[in-house]
């Protein structure tokens, strides 16, 4: 047993066992290394990560890597879910070094952590080109010893140069003009026969498919809204879908979303909510309804802790073989159908050779993995026909749970709840489900109760009754829109006064009040090679992209300009970046129609339970919220709307009955008293 045993990390724990004389990232770690003068090996993965249990495997488990990593280097573990800010800064390293990242990510530092080697997944033997660790570390240990300021200079330069990326640019301002430039590129990149953008391996990416939607909002652009359709039926057509338990797996490694990576991430759940339901909320199909169903039935039934918050994710590997736990051959289909298998088969399908190719050769492996095929046009009805068998898929899924499951990382991410809730609460505002409310009310009270300290300060994750870890910018920014969300679908005041709470450590610890820029780590925090500053949409929004939503919804929901000025501070800052590649933005840039496109408040104002006023909270409820704040001023909490946001404090019911008041652009017109005048007054203001 190594130096992890303490640690409550799955990832970290993965490797306890392991030969190799793992530290975390401590300071212990670091003064060992300066003091006996040895370079760092640092690792970084996650527990779920496919290619960093077989680099384990091969590697770390291995006696002979051990022994040359014990002998000549302090090798550290890293869990880039616990510590992204860790994660960004040396993924950075490697893209400088290599053009490229991922993970498993194998940085080489010198014993003061100069970072001056770089790769991803390193094999025990060299092949193909790439070196392997029994001739890559004695090559460096040789090196290090002989020439160590060869090594040392590589290392000042690589730091150097990011610390130079740093510097602020300026000279770019943010506009409409560059969401068309956004919408060019993605038209551009997008697959119209399978759907998603670029060849594979495919990515989700559903703040590309939300930022679409948006568009063709805005302009009507058919072709827009054909995107976002084609890539969301093809995905929940594709293998990437769970067709028996619901949820997506992380990414197909195919370009027709049949072959996925089989691990199965929160952010990803929550970030599909969203897209399915904005699809709902535009076209009314209903299947996009029940794709938003199943996955929110599969989080509640597979992802939730026992204390209402959400695990993190689940595995791609069971007994060692990544997607056993999904696969089946056709003789175990007959086997427990019967006469129904041919066209359970036929409809999903599986071949008696398996339609699973192994990823690496390319040949069938005998397996099938259960979706649906393709139709030439969209037809809601013959989709849903098409996807019976819910008898026979019943069967199969009571026949899995006999299966060994994936590993659960059971650890709970405030970030990543956080994107949960807003999907859980949007979800039961829209389609009247209270119970996924209430799911979110639960998360947000036990991340607001068990993961604070004595300051009222965040912590970044939870796991066996301990919480840990300085809670990051994208923490504060994702539970901030949480709570937001909840209070749209709730409207309890007490959500818009801890989002206010949240968001005022968001700015205060993480905002520069010189730059406007926000930073991944507080200003408190450990200090890194450089401080991280996260802009760019990757497979989760960015917190900067969340923060300028946040504060630019906060200014409209309280009328207090100062958060409108975070949010125009926070764009001017990340302009230069957006206006280099503006399609790498496209949350940022939904973000920011708060302050480029006109905005309203929509104040209702009555007493709960009486008939006019629930009819009008109820179209505010159920229909998109495009640049629209809502806040309810019910007879109960009258007093707390108005010392939150004062410029409600005139807007009272008339005639004792509800009404609305809608404002936009600084105007609010005479105050409604008629539901249906409410509705037609929202459909017809621009979006």
């Not at 840039?589 to 007493?607: H, Y």
Request: hydrophobic share 40%.
């Amino acid at each position: 047993m190594n130096h992890l045993y303490t640690e409550k990390s799955p990832y970290l724990l993965q490797h306890v066992d392991n030969p190799v004389e793992w530290y975390a990232w401590t300071e212990p770690a670091f003064e060992r290394a300066r003091r006996a003068n040895r370079l760092i090996f640092l690792s970084i993965g996650y527990s779920t990560c496919h290619w960093c249990h077989v680099m384990a495997h091969e590697c770390f488990e291995d006696e002979e890597v051990a022994e040359l990593l014990n002998r000549d280097y302090i090798s550290i573990k890293v869990d880039r879910e616990e510590r992204p800010d860790i994660d960004q800064v040396y993924m950075e390293v490697c893209q400088r070094l290599t053009g490229s990242g991922g993970w498993p990510l194998t940085i080489i530092m010198t014993p003061d952590g100069q970072p001056f080697y770089a790769a991803t997944y390193i094999p025990k033997h060299s092949r193909h080109g790439r070196p392997g660790m029994l001739s890559l570390l004695p090559w460096v240990t040789s090196k290090w010893r002989e020439d160590p300021g060869f090594l040392i200079k590589a290392a000042q330069e690589t730091v150097a140069g990011m610390q130079d990326g740093r510097r602020a640019r300026t000279g770019s301002t943010v506009s409409l003009a560059m969401q068309v430039q956004a919408e060019q590129a993605l038209q551009k990149s997008f697959d119209r026969r399978y759907g998603g953008f670029g060849q594979a391996p495919k990515f989700p990416r559903p703040h590309d498919l939300t930022f679409l939607l948006q568009r063709y909002a805005m302009t009507g652009d058919q072709q827009c809204l054909a995107m976002v359709e084609t890539s969301l039926q093809m995905m929940r057509y594709g293998g990437i879908y769970d067709q028996l338990g619901f949820g997506f797996h992380r990414y197909a490694t195919d370009e027709k979303w049949l072959l996925p990576h089989f691990e199965k991430m929160l952010y990803d759940q929550a970030g599909l909510v969203q897209a399915y339901l904005a699809a709902w909320l535009t076209t009314g199909h209903d299947f996009y309804a029940a794709t938003v169903r199943e996955v929110i039935s599969y989080l509640v039934r597979d992802m939730t802790a026992p204390e209402g918050a959400f695990y993190s994710a689940e595995d791609a590997d069971s007994e060692g073989i990544e997607g056993k736990f999904y696969l089946w051959t056709e003789q175990e289909i007959t086997t427990l159908l019967g006469d129904a298998a041919d066209g359970f088969c036929a409809a999903y399908n599986v071949a008696v050779a398996g339609n699973y190719h192994d990823e690496a050769t390319g040949q069938l492996t005998g397996s099938n993995i259960l979706h649906l095929s393709p139709t030439s046009a969209f037809d809601v009805a013959e989709i849903l026909a098409g996807e019976g068998f819910s008898n026979e898929r019943a069967i199969l899924f009571v026949e899995r749970t006999k299966r060994t499951r994936p590993h659960l990382d059971d650890k709970i991410i405030a970030a990543w709840n956080g994107m949960a809730l807003s999907a859980l609460a949007a979800a039961g505002r829209v389609l009247g489900e209270g119970a996924y409310i209430e799911r979110a009310s639960r998360a947000a009270d036990f991340i607001l109760t068990e993961m604070r300290d004595r300051d009222g300060r965040f912590f970044r994750r939870y796991r066996q009754g301990e919480a840990a870890v300085s809670a990051f910018s994208e923490d504060y920014g994702f539970l901030a829109r949480g709570l937001l969300d909840l209070y749209a679908a709730d409207f309890e005041p007490r959500r818009l006064v801890e989002a206010l709470e949240v968001a005022k450590m968001l700015r205060k610890f993480f905002q520069d009040p010189d730059s406007g820029r926000l930073y991944d780590t507080p200003s408190d925090g450990e200090k890194l090679l450089i401080r991280p500053s996260s802009s760019f949409d990757g497979a989760m929004p960015s917190a900067a992209a969340v923060a300028l939503d946040v504060f630019a919804r906060l200014s409209l929901l309280t009328g207090d300009l100062q958060w409108r000025t975070s949010a125009e501070q926070l764009l001017t800052a990340l302009a230069p970046e957006v206006s280099r590649y503006p399609a790498g933005y496209t949350q940022l840039l939904q973000s920011a129609c708060w302050l480029l496109q006109p905005s309203r408040e929509v104040v209702i104002v009555g007493s709960r339970g009486e008939p006019l006023t629930e009819a009008m909270l109820t179209i505010v409820r159920s229909g998109r919220q495009d640049q629209t704040v809502v806040l309810f001023k019910a007879a109960d909490d009258a007093q707390a709307i108005t010392e939150l946001a004062p410029f409600t404090e005139q807007m009272r019911p008339i005639g004792g009955r509800g009404a609305a008041y809608v404002c936009q652009d600084f105007t609010c017109r005479e105050p409604l008293t008629d539901a249906n005048e409410l509705a037609r007054l929202l459909s017809a203001l621009p979006a």
